[in-house]
């Protein structure tokens, strides 16, 4: 739990410094609401009945018994739906309330409000279905085959995209060495430890407020507004305070919040609705597994030439944020290396399975780990160590990007290498663990990984963001924008951005939550985007302010606006006013323009700088700027039972400019540690569309014991285009941890695994192996 | 489902007063609960027992016996003085059960009676000879702890019966070895388990060895055949690693060969070689 | 499938819940969490798995930490129960974990912090100077999705110079 060469940046007063969080009081003391902590008074209690297969055609259903059942207050099926039946930001196709089929095993056919979650329980006992069972197609790969059953009206393919540079077979035909891998990674939930939870209000003007634990207000208003049959303005959500979310509730709460106010307006009361464990991670999508194929040319002496790729990605049932997460792997396909000649292809097919979508890194930990895990196959094939062959290759300033995007930014991917790697002496402890005697029991290995990544939406859309800032009349601030805080520090890097423009202490601002009827729509709070959108918009808002208040503190400190300092909650003029250093209170400062009638309100608006694709070739700046981060892991396998235990990871990032350094660091902890259950333990196993876990008893997540020593070293590297510099973190620090250990174990052991997660099966025996029904039977999957 | 369904809920406070409910009706002891609350989240309806204010919870010494209480929770075993001096290894499989929580609440009680192929206490208990106390309004019964288990999830305790105690043999050893084997570093469901207590002589030759093993064999089992074949041996790296193949044949032999089995048996050979030679060290080893 | 439902039995009990005594009568099958939340409005204690694996509910239970879903209600008759709400002496004020919580940004979403500290208390009552593993340990019941443990776990070594026995006596359980 190092942290080395963090220079605290003078040129910044708050900025780049550690601040306590501004909400961590009321978490601490247990006064922090979050969403299943609402209730109103008369409240009823929804709840769901879900799919009873996972691919069937709905014949009838009936709900006659469960509305007869006393304290039933409703019982709704898609007949009842006043608006469109199905929503989705890019494909509209997810039902609210299914219809004709369901597709997964997390679809849901009915809906009851009661006046007890026993009752409610009861009720969905009651409803009878009557499907007509229909094949189930569970494997990417094969729902893309001709004739495979459709999920669907048209064919399975969810999304496809393509990136071509250069000449794929020239650049082969030059290659001195041709290598061919297959890859796959598990998917995984999201695990955020607050399960999923609403409260529906019938609200005003025949409208609906549900305050919720949301991630992504705007695009789950759309969704309610259109399935109730709804103006957008009567349609209010509130953002509780939320307990984690890492991209996982978006549609998910699009759903449930359409539900429970269908119920709501039903009943004319308001509907509470809270998801058990067991019902979020059978309905809740997740991060997608991926199927991938490498081919990879390079000359002897390892300079990269060619690198072909065919990646299936399961999308699931409904097509969710698929086509954006697998745009951003087709981008990021080849990794942060130079290649010349690039033929990448993408698909995401939809499947029985639980459906996919946006979780932190999207699209980009599949890749991570297959093409990290590839360049050092490579390397070993080339006789050269990991480090070297990396060296040779990766993007450097003015380096041209798969995608023929020249970087113009300070490019940092050898900085952010040498720092995982010189201080440990990688190379000379990389050859030396291969020297390990062949019986010893516990072998240790080391390996490393990088990354670069686009940061915001690139070309995925439309990327703008709003912040509203309005100064009060005793000097004390109130901060609203449609970007949220979901545990990961955006209420208090915002708050520290907005301090240091405006010379006001944190604790004198006040970050709230978000409500769609209050703050403007800035899109969602995903991509790395929140630090860079809502902090460059939250600094022209700052600008806008200072600009109207600036003339007035000139007037009282009878001196020019431009050697006015706003430092402390106070603003002066050091050593140039003729009154020496007189300090006026920033609240004396805001009364006096108040008093003026000087508007101390601002919306400051942010655009980002234009990105453009060509679908055609895969061609295009896809992001307008990028950043870059390096992992070391350090394991000691058990030789006798497979055991991984990860020792020690060195992380280096370059986030820009650091805003809050302890909360930069957190990123890089939790990322890391998110990375290893990726790496070691976490499995959604499904089976023909049936999830094989229910819980955190069978998915497993990494405890407090699971940890590694941490050290982390953040380049201080300011972006032109970010607020004071600053970029992103949150998903590079995840993206990177999991082929760091497997190249690890590889170091340890000489076994290469290039299926996720490294159970103790796969590392004892290079095999995963399935249970098939009931025992006695054996069957092995992958290699 | 999640609704649990309690359709009584009776306090005793005499062992006399717990054993005439469970002889009139059909009562679901609990004591922790950290297993039987999982089991009522099924929505079956329950009568339900509360076996904690028994005074179940002593652990008392003798010449020859150690007798723990059945409502005794892990983390009471895990630090009481008598069982790490006499039956370290109950000692040791207690610390490693779940959680701190779980620990605080299970008891060795609860861990036997919901008789789990994976429970962690049985195969250390079956070290001792464990023997278990059943009472109930016909009376008190003796129960072999190797007997006890019939198939997974399943005793030959009578649903009019109370388990009231287990008595472990003292069997002063030289070297004892608990190992664990689970999918992370902690709070884990056992993938294995493995408990040995060796006695062995001046001349290195072993005396006596008892070694059992939990999540190998469809109830938790001592390996007889296995310390039939160590005692009386010399101590040499070739003998463990024999007994090591010898206990594959044995788990072969009760459990047949399973999906997990290319798996397991490379691990079973290996930590039970790994486990008598930390033993063979006379080390009680905490890993 | 009526008359089931109408069939769970209350039962009296009586209980010290953050240093105040209650006698409630309570339905059998709620589990302390649901006491806590439904019954009694005490909501800083969060429910995340109700199998005992997330430790999000983890309150002192006789000065022992413990998953409250685990904990059939009727069974905390004569119990004395510490939760989040009853850590700080008043509701200004910031008790000593709570602060060192804070400082070491230990703190993300939150979720977990209640039964985050509560666990730590209740290793803090066993042993006020714990060594890296033991806080790990005592900790491993608590599942953290946001903070990868690492702040919480540099946290609670802090707290083991500065705890003092005055901050942890009311937490004591003394039969």
Known sequence: ?783 | MTMIRVTAYENPKSIEEATTFLAKDTYVPIAGGTDVILELRNGMPVKLLDINNLKLNHVTSNKDNIEIGAACTHTQLASNPIVSQFVPLVGIAAGKVGSKQIRNRGTIGGNIVNASPCADTIPALLIYDAELVLLSKKGRRIARLDEFITSPYATIKRNDELLHSIICKKNNKTGYSYLKLGRRQAVNISRMTISVALDIDDDNAVIDACISAGSVFPVPSRMKDLEKFLRGEKIKPKLFKEAGKLAVDLMIKHSGYRWSTPYKEPVLAGLIERALMQASKGIVQDN | METILNTNVEIKVGFKLNGLLYEKSIPANWTLLQLLRDGLGYYGTKCGCEIGECGACTVLLNGQAINSCLVLAPQIEGAEIWTIEGVADSINSLHPVQRIFIEYDAVHCGFCTPGMIMSTIALLLENSSPDENTIKTALAGNLCRCTGYVQIIEAVKKLSGIITEKDLEKFRYSE
């Open chain 1, 1 to 783: 739990m190092i942290l080395r060469c963090m220079k605290h940046d003078s040129k910044h007063k708050i900025v780049g410094s550690s601040v306590p969080r501004v909400d961590a009081f009321d978490k601490v003391s247990g006064r922090a609401k979050y969403a299943a902590d609402y209730n109103a008074k008369g409240q009823l209690y929804g709840m769901v009945c879900y799919a009873s297969h996972p691919h069937a055609k709905i014949l009838n259903i009936d709900t006659g018994k469960a509305a007869k059942l006393p304290g039933v207050r409703a019982v709704l099926t898609h007949e009842d739906i006043p608006g469109e039946k199905s929503f989705g930001s890019v494909i509209p196709h997810q039902m609210a309330l299914c219809s004709d089929k369901v597709r997964y095993s997390g679809d849901v056919v009915a809906i009851v409000a009661a006046e007890s979650i026993e009752v409610a329980e009861q009720a969905i006992e009651l409803i009878d279905v009557d499907y007509r069972q229909l094949d189930v197609v569970s494997d990417p790969k094969v729902a893309l085959k001709d004739g495979a059953i459709l999920i669907h009206d048209e064919n399975n393919l969810c999304a496809y995209h393509k990136v071509r540079r250069g000449n794929i077979d020239e650049g082969f035909e030059k290659s001195d060495v041709i290598l061919e891998r297959d890859y796959s990674t598990s998917k995984i939930e999201h695990s955020y430890i607050e399960p999923e939870a609403v409260l529906a209000e019938p609200g005003e003007n025949g409208g609906i407020t549900i305050t919720g634990s949301v991630q992504n207000l705007y695009s789950i208003r759309r969704a309610v507004a259109r399935v109730l049959g709804l103006s957008l303005n009567r349609v209010r959500i509130i953002q509780a305070t939320l307990g984690g979310s890492f991209g996982g509730k978006d549609e998910t709460m699009s759903a449930l919040c359409c539900r429970a106010g269908l119920l709501a307006l039903a009943t004319g009361k308001p509907v509470k609705m809270v998801n058990t464990r067991e019902m979020s991670m059978r309905e809740s999508y997740k991060r997608h597994s991926y199927q991938i194929h490498y081919k990879v040319g390079s000359t002897k002496c390892g300079i990269l030439q060619a690198i072909e790729s065919e990646i299936y990605a399961d999308a699931g049932a409904y097509a969710a944020m698929s086509p954006f997460v697998t745009w951003r792997s087709a981008v990021h396909a080849t990794g942060p290396y130079s290649i010349p000649n690039v033929k990448t292809d993408v698909y995401a097919a939809y499947t029985n399975n639980c459906y996919t979508g946006a979780m932190r890194g999207f699209g980009s930990p599949q890749i991570c780990f297959a093409i990290e895990s590839l360049i050092d196959e490579l390397a070993e094939e080339l006789n050269l160590d990991p480090l070297e062959l990396r060296l040779k290759n990766i993007l450097k300033d003015n380096s041209i990007t798969a995608t023929g995007q020249g970087l113009k930014h300070k490019v940092s991917l050898k900085e952010v290498l040498d720092n995982v790697t010189e201080k440990m002496g990688f190379v000379d402890k990389w050859k030396q663990n291969r020297e390990q005697k062949r019986d010893t029991a516990f072998k240790r290995g080391i390996g490393i990984s990088c990354s670069y990544r686009g940061i915001s939406l690139g070309a995925e859309g439309t990327d703008a963001a709003g912040v509203i800032i309005s100064i009060q009349t005793d000097g004390s601030v109130i901060l609203s924008t449609g970007l949220i805080e979901m545990g990961q520090g955006a209420a208090t890097t915002i708050s520290m951005i907005v301090s240091e423009k405006l010379g006001i202490t944190p604790d004198r601002i006040r970050f709230l939550s978000a409500d769609t009827s209050r703050s403007p729509d800035s899109g969602p709070t995903v991509a790395s985007r929140t630090t860079f959108m809502a902090g460059n918009a939250a600094l022209r808002g700052c600008h806008e302010l200072l600009e109207r208040i600036k003339p007035v503190a000139a007037e009282l400190l009878r001196c020019p606006e431009q050697d006015l300092l706003f430092e402390n909650n106070s603003v002066y003029a050091p050593n140039k006013t003729s009154e020496g250093d007189r300090k006026i209170p920033f609240s004396e400062l805001a009364d006096k323009c108040f008093q003026k009638g000087i508007s101390l309100f601002a919306h400051g608006w942010y655009k980002s700088p234009p990105t453009t694709w060509n679908e055609e070739n895969g061609q295009g700046d896809a992001y307008f700027t990028y950043v870059y981060g390096a992992n070391l892991a350090e394991v000691e396998v058990d030789c006798i039972t497979g055991n991984v235990r990860v020792l020690k990871f060195i992380s280096s990032h370059d986030p820009g400019q650091i805003v809050n350094l302890s909360g930069a660091l957190g990123q890089v902890y939790g990322g890391v540690i998110m990375g290893i259950g990726y790496a070691m333990l976490e499995n959604y196993a499904e089976s023909e569309g049936n999830p094989l876990v229910a819980n955190f008893d069978e998915y497993l997540l990494p405890t407090a014991c699971d940890i590694p020593e941490i050290e982390t070293t953040l380049i201080h590297n300011p972006d032109e285009l970010g607020p004071l510099g600053a970029k992103s973190l949150g998903e590079p620090a995840c993206e990177i941890a999991a082929p760091a250990i497997a190249n690890a174990v590889f170091n340890a052991t000489g076994m290469r695994i290039r299926h996720l997660p490294l159970t103790l099966e796969r590392v004892k025996l290079g095999k995963e192996l399935v249970r098939i029904d009931s025992r006695g039977s054996v069957k092995a999957r992958g290699g």
